[in-house]
């Protein structure tokens, strides 16, 4: 029988992007410039809300991982085997949020240390951001292709979401547009994903039921 923990664990997943858009909200309106020392003003006038930003946010990625694993258990069940893409659908996106939990901590780093570090030192950790952005958005491909060819061969997700979920997966590659994959279709293909598996988590239950209560009568 799925228990209440079970079936609602997906909604981490909920929770994560509402972490991950405050976080994302303090960090890219407090966090500021291209040049030095407008970031080193940033770094001092706005430290609090910057750390503020990148502990949320990284809790939202915390959340991320408790939600695939309820993924990476709804896709085992029906790949069954050795359960090689659920593997690779959970490694690939436990890769990418480790990678993701070092997005902020340069711009944390530069709000730590704002009386250390000159103008120069400000910029290096302000746009060292966008290697662990890039490098993130790249290695959640083999979980959005992983996650597709679950929807499209094992029928996971539904069919278009399967689709969609090939397009995110291509579209994290291309440098240029990758970006937008990442910040925006993200977080509302884990919202779906949420819902369709709490929904179907309920809708299993009363199924696991059904043969018990005819056992005791």
Known sequence: MTSKWDRWAPLSGVLAVVFWVIGII????????????????????????????GLLFSLGVLLFIWFLASVRSHYLTLEGGTGRLSTLAFSGGLAASVIALLIPTPDEVGALDRKDIDASGAAVL?????????????????????????????????????????????????????????IFATPIWVLIVSVLL??????????????ALGAAD
Do not use: C
């Open 198 to 211: 709490v929904r179907r988590a309920g809708a299993e239950q009363p199924a696991t039921l059904t043969p």
């Open 26 to 53: 303090l960090i890219s309106t407090k966090a500021t410039g291209s040049k030095g020392p407008k970031i080193l003003a940033a770094y001092h006038q706005h430290y609090n809300a910057i750390l503020v930003g």
């Open 126 to 182: 302000h746009h060292s951001t966008d290697a662990f952005f890039i490098a993130s958005e790249y290695v959640l491909a083999i979980f959005f292709i992983a996650s597709a060819i679950m929807a499209l061969r094992h029928g996971a997700l539904p069919k278009w979401l399967g689709w969609l979920s090939a397009l995110i997966g291509v579209v994290l590659l291309i440098g240029p547009i990758g970006w937008a994959a990442f």
